[in-house]
């Protein structure tokens, strides 16, 4: 075969084998001799796609393992909401969240976060009118510590509300231990009992009185309230509720939550009576459930909502709805179609059975006079025989409390704070601090009727079977269960207090862990476990601020100083 032939034939077979190659021969013509010459073909292009391609698994594998834990949530939550077989029971437990574990309260203070300005050298004394019920005036007072931090001001304790829907004359250190109060928040704002008598003899002008506007942010109060401030000494701001943002910067929405959370203790009569009555439900059962109705007279008539009861119901709720001179004619079906009225408490019942409550379970109901009465209740008590009032529990107990409605409001507070499952049933004061605060303490489970959407399948009920009505009723109560990430950031503060929120770094797998095991427990705490832990406070923080108290030696009380009042919205608990 002659050489150039010879290179041809070379020369094909090599090129059928180029996959295998990363060089061909080629013949030199001038000895006929074959040898190795580089050159360019397609793998470059080759290889380039495939790193092109390694690199986009490379981000969608990143991107997964660092949303692991927001990818699980979704998993397990889609889980319960879907249609189960009887060999993958359901997801979710109803008694509590298998995240909260993971998410405790954090509301020290920063280290650079100053001292409180001693009494002397601070900018005036600042006097706060609260209004409302006990838990709007609790807003009032967390809010006040707050603004006096912001003005540099010596707090005078809170004057509670005595003219408002619910006629209640108690006074502060009737409902919260006011010794405590001061001492707590030592280190943050300085409070005292009363103005000093010197100051107020040497006045030319009575403490000035004002209003702020609601949801004032803090440089409303640097710019407009602290110039009068320091030219009159002593300032009062009257209907103090809702009075500042809700958006602060992070150590001023943890001193809020250390308020609200720590130094609003109440009274010893208070707290051994709600006490007993939480150990009361728990020595009958080990879990129980905490009610707010929120179905009385005066709620049914603000919200001018119908509930079939004919003329006579329309005219008793219209001669209460005529105490409040602004509110606007409502249609009664417009409202319930936008979710504005509160479940009547046989609805209630319905959903709690239709999201898996069994009709053993035992119900605390706080709740001051039910519209309708047993009449009303009695469809609860069918679905729920384990049903319990603070009447029922207390007995002759409760006398001493019947005249004051916040005292009493007080105790429900404590029996629905301490409650495995606290269900409420409307978004008022009670409702939202109550969330906050168990939110707060370990995220306990808060079930939020979405009245919105559930007011179409109450009236649509008799219209399909159980198994239907109970798996579109979880269905409309996805997101209104407590989870921990039912509610962002942004909304209310003191219903979601995400700046004292903290979360401890959690895999999917550590969720159904022994130590998730022992969170469990802990959540359905034993009866003296249960009375130690809501009687006492930290022991420590009690010693370093009680030597302070005892230095302080104030007078109890001060004169009222409030000038006026308006109509109260009788949704604020």
Same mark, same amino acid.
């Given at each position: ?46 290889? !380039? ?199 602060? $910067? ?23 009576? !709600? ?63 936008? !979710? ?71 105790? $429900? ?150 000038? $006026?009042?308006?109509? $109260? ?5």
């Amino acid at each position: 075969m002659g050489v150039a032939n010879l290179c041809k034939y070379n020369l094909a077979a090599l090129l059928h084998h180029q996959h295998k190659q990363h060089f061909v021969f080629c013949c030199c013509p001038s000895n006929g001799a074959v040898v190795p010459s580089r050159r360019s073909i397609s793998w470059t292009a080759v290889c !380039g796609f495939m790193l092109f391609a390694l690199g986009l698994i490379s981000l969608f594998t990143g991107h997964v393992a660092s949303n692991l834990e927001l990818y699980s949530q979704r998993l397990v939550k889609r889980a319960w909401f879907n249609k189960k077989d009887e060999s993958h029971p359901a997801a979710i437990d109803i008694w509590k969240s298998r995240y909260s574990s993971f998410y405790y309260g954090c509301s020290e203070r920063g280290p650079h976060f100053s001292s409180a300005v001693r009494e002397g050298p601070s900018n005036g004394y600042l006097l706060i009118a609260t209004s409302g019920g006990l838990n709007q005036q609790r807003t009032g007072i967390t809010d006040a510590v707050v603004v006096a931090r912001i003005l540099n001001a010596t707090l005078v304790v809170p004057e509670l509300d005595h003219h408002s829907f619910w006629k209640d004359d108690s006074d502060f250190s009737d409902i919260f231990d006011v010794g405590w109060f001061i001492s707590y928040l030592a280190r943050d704002v300085t409070i005292v009992k009363r103005v000093p008598e010197k100051v107020m003899t040497s006045m030319e002008k009575p403490p000035y009185t004002m209003r702020v506007p609601r949801k004032s942010e803090p440089e409303y109060y640097l710019e407009q309230v602290l110039p009068i401030l320091l030219r009159r000494w002593v300032l009062q701001l009257t209907k103090f509720d809702y009075r500042l943002s809700s958006e602060l $910067d992070e150590e001023l929405q943890k001193l809020r939550c250390r308020v609200n959370y720590h130094a609003l203790r109440f009274t010893k009569p208070i707290r051994n009576l !709600g006490q007993k009555l939480v150990l009361r439900m728990r020595k009958m059962e080990k879990r129980f459930i905490a009610v707010h109705l929120r179905f009385e007279p005066d709620m049914l008539a603000f919200s001018g909502c119908y509930y079939g009861g004919g003329d006579k119901e329309r005219y008793e709720l219209g001669e209460i709805r005529k105490r409040w001179d602004t509110l606007p004619e409502l249609s009664p079906d417009e409202e319930r179609t936008r !979710g504005k009225c509160p479940l009547t408490p046989h609805e209630v019942g319905l959903m709690l059975r239709a999201l898996g409550f069994k009709n053993d379970t035992y119900l605390y109901v706080a709740s001051g006079e039910i519209y309708g009465g047993e009449k009303t209740l009695q469809p609860l008590r069918e679905l729920f025989p384990n049903f319990y009032t603070k009447e029922m529990l207390a007995g002759e107990e409760l006398q001493p409390f019947l005249p004051y409605s916040s005292r009493l409001a007080a105790i $429900d507070y404590i029996v629905c704070d301490e409650s495995d499952v606290f269900v409420t049933n409307n978004n008022g004061n009670m409702a939202k601090i109550l969330a906050g605060r168990r939110r707060y303490m370990g995220h306990k489970r808060t079930i939020r009727p979405n009245a919105k959407r559930l007011s179409a399948l109450f009236m649509a009920r008799d219209k399909m079977d159980w198994a239907t009505f109970s798996r579109k009723i979880k269905s409309c109560q996805r997101g209104f269960m407590g989870e921990p990430e039912d509610v962002k950031p942004g909304r209310d503060f003191h219903e979601f207090p995400s700046a004292c929120i903290c979360k401890k770094p959690f895999n999917f797998s550590d969720v159904t862990s022994k130590e998730n095991e022992y969170q469990i427990s802990r959540r359905n705490p034993t009866v003296m476990e249960s009375k130690d832990r809501y009687l006492s406070n930290s022991s420590n923080l009690e010693q370093q601020g009680s030597q302070k108290f005892r230095e302080a030696r104030l007078k109890d009380g001060h004169g009222s100083l409030i000038e $006026d009042f308006d109509p $109260d919205n009788p949704l604020s608990d």
